[in-house]
């Protein structure tokens, strides 16, 4: 006979907790914040809405913790590293976000609290690709051109479903964008 491992309270708690989290972040990829209801989420989680309220307090704290912050690249030494790390970071996007950041840009146009986490996400993302780009004229605007493209396409793809986004390879996609990311890191030469 096997017994099984017992487990503390608060490991079942963590357990609980990592069930309701995973289950918000997958409905409010579906659905947003707005259409996410509190008992929606206990009910995927297999939990009591009471014990959602118990764990996060409000519908707004459950979806600050189950959304996370999209990645910051670290900034390159150069434009053409810049560029690489951009890319590789597009082929992540394509290929699939996780749910919390897929909530969050799904709700970042119904929901204030929501769309300054996008805000704040994308300046820190616009600070460090800025940075890379210290030679270049307007390095915080032509930093900003490169991560909201970057934002465009994945919201075309991921969100909307375009289908000649869905239908075209990753690497295609990439060799397409790659020469308008390379022309935005490099600095003007003026004749």
Known sequence: MTTTPH??????????????LGSA???????????????AVASAAGVDPALVMQYFGSKRELFGQAVQALPVPPAAAD?????????ASLGVKLGGLPEGTLAMMRSMLTDRAAADHIRAALGRQTDSVGAAL??????ELR????????????????LLGLPVL???????????????????????VED
């Not at 487990?7 to 309701?20: G, N, P």
């Not at 972040?25 to 008992?39: C, D, M």
């Not at 210290?134 to 390095?139: E, G, I, L, R």
């Not at 930093?143 to 991921?158: D, F, R, S």
């Open 25 to 39: 972040r997958e409905l409010f990829a579906e659905k947003g914040f707005e259409r996410t209801t509190i008992r």
């Open 79 to 87: 434009g053409d590293g810049l560029v690489d790390q951009l890319m």
């Open 143 to 158: 930093a900003a051109l490169m991560v909201t493209a970057l934002l465009g396409v994945t919201i075309g793809h991921q």
């Open 166 to 188: 869905r239908e075209a390879p990753a690497e295609r996609i990439a060799a397409l964008l790659r020469p308008a990311l390379q022309a935005l890191s490099d600095p003007i």
């Open 7 to 20: 487990r503390s309270r608060a490991d079942r708690r963590r357990a609980t907790e990592a069930r309701i």
């Open 134 to 139: 210290p030679d270049a004229d307007d390095p």
